[in-house]
């Protein structure tokens, strides 16, 4: 059987929405970097340890809300996935600031408003959804330009004024809050009005039944680059937190650019899906995509790790990218593209229940990674033990769907 990809449009919505995932996310790095050069190293740490710690939390509240919204069937209306959102939202923000409060209450307050950041977030990757399905890519693009350019700048000139971590975070939820609500809430909602034919009202049971494990899921992947930060602020200090969480955005933004791919690339399969492309023929077309997708990424990631090693001591004099960082970093980037294909095609076949096994195999290799490699290799361990982890849970991942596929027939229609 012949799949062709829709390259125009593919290349269309990942420039867009890999574009708006990585200004998404500049405000993050942004702030880290002028709390890098106006204040201490540890100020830096204490910023980075409680994004790792509001970040797994949010992530499993976010449910993986989007995906299901783009791939369950029968398909379903937004205002029910809206109120699931703002409800686990919620919960999180409570969780997370709780949390902190009993094991570090001085951190408790720069963690609450953390996770008021993230929970505008959380919303905002619910509302890509229906502006996806709509094609309104570029409006993406710029509501989180927008929030970039702002989200940085006021918290920043906060800080610089006030010299205090927690009034610069506070400014920054507020701005974000704004965000969400003008730039991808009310369009969202009038996007999914115009698209709501044939959508069914929320059936709440088979949200929650989806949503649990992939919010598991996704709290996991959260959990891989998040609990070294842990074991390393126990026997490294804060310091090393900083330098960690500053080196790993060379990962975070592979994986952002990997997830936006992935995502432009969901409504094609979902299309493929439903005109009968299933069993060995989805097989090899899930493994010819994530195959060339790796086979790109190589070149990239080789690029990408010479000119970080040139910038970063720019960027951050006291956090350079040591030699011995490379090789678990280029692993865990090339090994992206297969997870990302492989898990997002357990959704598009709607057997989210899978996430869990998926899940489970990420927390245990990472937990048991952090706890054998970070005690006696400190900072190499940490990326090491993502490294393994991101390998754990791709090999799952692939074993997983490929033994699904196995199981379905191959008739499909020709030149899909």
Known sequence: MTVREPAGDWARSTAWLGGANIVRNIAMLALLLVLAQLASGEIAGRFALALAIATPVFALAQFGLRNIYLTIRPRQTLPGFIAVQTATGLVALAAATAVSAVFDPELAVTVGLVAIYRLTDNLNELFIAPLQEAGRYALVFWGFFVFAV???????????????????????????????????GIPAIHSAKQNAAGRRPTHYAAVLRAG???????????????????????????????????????????????????????????????????????????????????????????????????????????????????????????????????????????????????????????????MLLIPAYGIVGAFWAVAAAILIRTTAATVIILRLLNREGTIGPEGA
């Open 212 to 370: 649990v494990p992939s919010g598991v899921a996704l709290f996991v992947l959260a959990l891989i680059t998040t609990l070294p930060q842990y074991f390393l602020s126990a026997t490294d200090g804060d310091r090393s937190v900083g330098h960690f969480a500053a080196v790993l955005y060379l990962f975070a933004a592979a994986e952002l650019f990997t997830g936006a791919v992935a995502q432009s690339w969901l409504p094609h399969a979902r299309r493929l899906r439903d005109e009968g492309l299933k069993g060995r023929d989805l097989q090899r077309y899930l493994v010819g995509t994530s195959a060339r997708w790796t086979a790109a990424y190589l070149p990239l990631t080789t690029l990408g790790m010479v000119t970080a090693i040139t910038i970063f001591p720019l960027l951050f004099p006291e956090f350079p990218i040591r030699v011995e960082f490379v090789a678990p970093l280029a692993l865990a980037i090339l090994l992206l593209p297969t997870l990302y294909f492989f898990t997002f095609a357990i959704a598009l076949m709607n057997v989210y229940q899978h996430n869990l096994t998926v899940g489970a195999s990420g927390a245990v290799a990472s937990l048991a990674a952090c």
């Open 150 to 184: 702002v989200g940085t700048g006021g918290p920043a000139a906060v800080f610089v004024v006030s010299g205090s971590l927690d009034a610069a975070l506070l400014a920054m939820a507020g701005i974000s809050g704004l965000t969400t609500l003008f730039a991808f």
